[in-house]
DNA sequence: TTAAATTTGTTAAAAAATTATCAGTAAAAA
DNA sequence: TTTTTACTGATAATTTTTTAACAAATTTAA
């Protein structure tokens, strides 16, 4: 059903936000909108708005705007939010546990049904309702319980060899929060990164262009 | 003395990304590289990764190459990670507690001198060798001690007000976790946002759309 | 009922980003 | 030393993305 090709990653990119303006919207009990108030409540131009919605279909009316309540079931529908991907976390470390416990999978389009670590204190304790298992169990686990995607929320030193091993079962896609660069190693596998040491890279950089304050900087230049 | 204008957002954001392949390279004792080795290492072209340096500065030789410990150096420089901002982290929950602990702050040119939160539970915990205090002392904490950024890791119903907080205090860099959008809000201010859930739901779109199942959801499209 | 005001979807124009090309320079080989 | 090879930095071409413009359609107001 679903499949829309030649969609640009800068309009994917743009379509949880609009997911969520619309959601708040719907709070608020909105009915209708134009391109033009989305516009001033997003930051996004008017044009912008209505080519991107566009690429999936017309889902406005002229001289009235878009119903927000259809509107945001459309986008939910988009991307794909009516599915339940089932997901396992491998590494139940700080981060791990934290988007174990953090996110409303369910929301989102996933179920998540096993959490996996290596450390024997971690296996046995309980996050989110569900029992940490040992890693060595992966491969068992992984053959009884269809599973779609991995969350991947292990040190670097450990990534090549678990990341091999889930790929070794079946598993394409990923959400990687750790530093090892999936798409790299395996060319056939969907992944979506979060890179928080990049994330606040970026900020320093954003802070220090901003800044432009006259620094001792040269120090550092001088290690090479 | 740093201050690059008119460098665009895109390469910006493939910053970090070189940064993180040289210091990969230094690791493993490589001391040049071209632009050709590079773009096959890390899945950019070649004439985009020349491209991207030359707006700083033109760190090659013609014939040789990148000396990889001197651009790992600039790099660094560029994104201004010689510095030491202090940042102080508002929320201590899963995710916050997640951040505190994962982070190698002073690498990316930060120092967390501070972590609030409301909730009695938390507050006196000790996370990193820092003690959690009661965000009732944010005014006198920061009147005290210098502040340059505010990592924002709270729940949505209590960012606006806890923002405005923030902002009455000065501060004007965010690294803002929560589901608020700062910069809608505040127009003076620098915001690097992670926003875990619109990662998510990327995700679900990219394996709805390599999936292309025939699907029973039509059932969701009648909701409206 | 009619006219004015809105607002979309679409097409066209502009701007931005990526990729290709190549002269010039340095390193390596002969 | 001379020639060949390798590689950058810069410019040009291409592609992608964003913004603008406007006809067609709908609502609202008169």
Known sequence: MHKYENISQPVIKRLPRYYR???????KGVTRISSRELSDKMGFTASQIRQDLNCFGGFGQQGYGYAVQSLYN??????????????????????????????SFEKR??????????????VGTVIRNITVTDLDKLEEFCKENKTDVAIF???????????????????????NFSHYDLSINYDDIIVENVHLNDSLMIL???ISDACD?????????KAD
């Open 153 to 175: 929320t292990v040190p670097k030193a450990a990534a090549p060899s678990i990341a091999d091993r889930l790929y070794q079962l079946g598993i394409r896609n990923y959400w």
């Open 213 to 221: 304050e006259p620094e001792d900087a040269q120090e550092f230049r």
């Open 21 to 27: 303006f619309l959601g708040e919207l719907l709070d």
């Open 109 to 122: 389009g996933f179920k998540l049904i096993g959490i996996f670590d290596n450390d024997p204190a971690k």
């Open 204 to 206: 320093c950089y954003k």
């Open 74 to 103: 459309e986008i939910g529908h988009i991307l794909g939010l009516d599915h339940c991907y089932k997901a396992i976390l491998i590494g139940a470390g700080n981060l791990g546990k934290a988007v174990a416990v953090h996110m």
